[in-house]
């Protein structure tokens, strides 16, 4: 079976480097998908990809069945849930994780 | 521009009755998902629509669930004699069609929150 595991909670403190492990049992994965939602708002994509990337204050690192997300000068503004998914490369469908709730303290 | 609309955003009923959750995805968008998160649960996938065809309808739970896309649009997940454990966030996500270039990038609506009394 298809599965994402990663993190139920990671607590840090603001300005701090926030490290989300991600790994995977899912056979001919393609791409990771990091996910940022806020409880009743809609999930917002932050980053994704097959290879290392950045956007903003946010790095995904990359290897075949695990990817980290940072999150760089952490803010309390940060806490959040955050899920990591992934696809195959012959596939449409996503594999996501349960989550990880980040909390920040002042 | 407009991204992903669900309706209603809260639906409390009780067990038993019959509950239409709606998804407007962004236009353009052919390819449409619906996911649940149950309470402390990660997001679950229930069914995904390629136009108005239901390739993978393997995430739904039961044969209470059902859901229907018309027009290439608007989509309606229907749940039949809710029970307490259906009660969890629907959400609903577009993406654009396969081999464009941003394909499997998932949009998101905001959910709705269904309560089953």
């Known amino acids: 079976k298809d599965q994402v595991f990663q993190p139920s909670t990671v607590a840090s403190s603001e300005g701090a480097v926030v490290e989300i492990f991600c790994n995977h049992s899912?056979?001919?994965?393609?791409?990771f998908f990091w996910y940022l939602h806020f409880p009743g708002c809609a999930p917002r994509l932050l980053v994704k990809?097959?290879?290392?990337?950045q956007q903003g204050r946010y790095n995904m690192t990359y290897e075949r069945f695990s990817s980290s997300l940072l999150i760089l000068q952490v803010r309390e503004a940060d806490a959040a849930v955050y899920y990591c998914a992934v696809c195959r490369s012959n596939d449409y469908k996503l594999s996501f994780g349960a989550g990880t709730t980040v909390t920040v303290r002042a | 521009g407009a991204g992903v609309s669900q309706s209603p955003s809260n639906k409390v009923t009780e067990k038993g009755k019959d509950v239409e959750l709606r998804c407007d995805p962004i236009s353009g968008h052919t390819a449409l998902y619906w996911y649940r998160q149950s309470l402390g649960q990660g997001l679950e996938f229930l069914i995904y629509?390629?136009?108005?065809?239901?390739?993978?309808k393997s995430g739904l739970p039961s044969d209470r669930f059902s859901a229907e896309r018309t027009g290439g649009s608007v989509s309606t997940l229907t749940i039949q004699r809710t029970q307490q454990e259906d009660s969890a966030v629907y959400l609903c996500?577009?993406?654009?069609?396969?081999?464009?270039?941003?394909?499997?990038?998932?949009?998101f609506g905001p959910g709705t929150r269904l309560t089953v009394l």
């Open positions: 899912v056979s001919n994965a393609y791409n």
């Open positions: 629509f390629q136009g108005n065809s239901a390739p993978d």
């Open positions: 990809g097959s290879k290392p990337s």
């Open positions: 996500a577009s993406s654009l069609p396969e081999g464009t270039g941003g394909y499997n990038e998932q949009f």
